[in-house]
């Protein structure tokens, strides 16, 4: 029973083109994560959500922007995707921070840009 | 702010070998987790380990906590094919972030 479902696997986009990527979960947890992730490297935290709270790392572009409407689904907007933003965008879960701050990945989005 | 590093990059073993994989964070850490990722997949918790010092078994893997929190080890007995991934450790201080990870491969 998949727990974070991403939609598309796959998006192909173009330069300049917005793209949106989702992400769902059916686990009520009350943070959700987005990481961009390039080959061979580890998963970087582009920001997070903590219930409605919006934490944004200081080193994600302006071009990135997400939107959580409810508990159950993340949106990560890319305004005017760049060939650097081709990449794997991984959703994640956590109950809460801390002490119970397991992750639970979705199975990704792999974004092409051409 | 808080940064995770991680050693070696790659590590290539024959099966049967032992491999070990360092993390080692800027800052005391609440708590410490440890990710498996098979090639093309995502990652998948392993573990956690929250108290200074701890040690924990999963029957060849041992995951060890230093005891100023700062730093631990993930640690495979006796290799198998099946051990194959990248191995992530993710520092928590109200947000995961990730040690670059170590690259496994296992010849067999």
């Known amino acids: 029973d998949a727990m974070v479902i991403q939609n598309p696997r796959y998006q192909v986009t173009q330069f300049g083109k917005p793209v949106t990527l989702s992400c769902s979960q059916t686990?009520?947890?009350?943070?959700m994560y987005w990481y961009q992730q390039k080959s061979s490297q580890a998963p970087k935290l582009l920001f997070h959500y903590y219930d409605k709270d919006f934490n944004n790392e200081a080193d994600t572009p302006d071009n990135f922007q997400s939107r959580r409407p409810n508990t159950s689904f993340c949106f990560l907007d890319i305004r005017s995707p760049g060939l650097g933003d081709a990449a794997m965008y991984l959703c994640?879960?956590?109950?809460?921070?801390?002490?119970?701050?397991?992750?639970?990945f979705g199975s990704g989005t792999q974004l092409s840009v051409l | 702010g808080q940064q995770v590093m991680q050693i070696p990059q790659y590590q290539h073993v024959q099966e049967g070998e032992d491999f070990t994989t360092y993390c080692n964070s800027s800052?005391?850490?609440?708590?410490i987790q440890w990710y498996k990722q098979r090639p093309g997949g995502h990652p998948v918790f392993l573990i956690q380990l929250v108290k200074s010092g701890e040690v924990k078994k999963q029957k060849r893997l041992t995951f060890q906590f230093g005891e100023a929190k700062k730093n631990s080890s993930l640690h495979i007995t006796a290799t198998q094919t099946t051990d194959v991934g990248t191995y992530f450790c993710a520092g928590n201080n109200n947000d995961m972030r990730f040690g670059a990870g170590t690259r496994l491969t296992v010849k067999p």
């Open positions: 686990l009520n947890h009350n943070v």
């Open positions: 994640a879960t956590s109950r809460d921070h801390g002490l119970v701050g397991k992750l639970f």
């Open positions: 800052t005391t850490l609440s708590n």
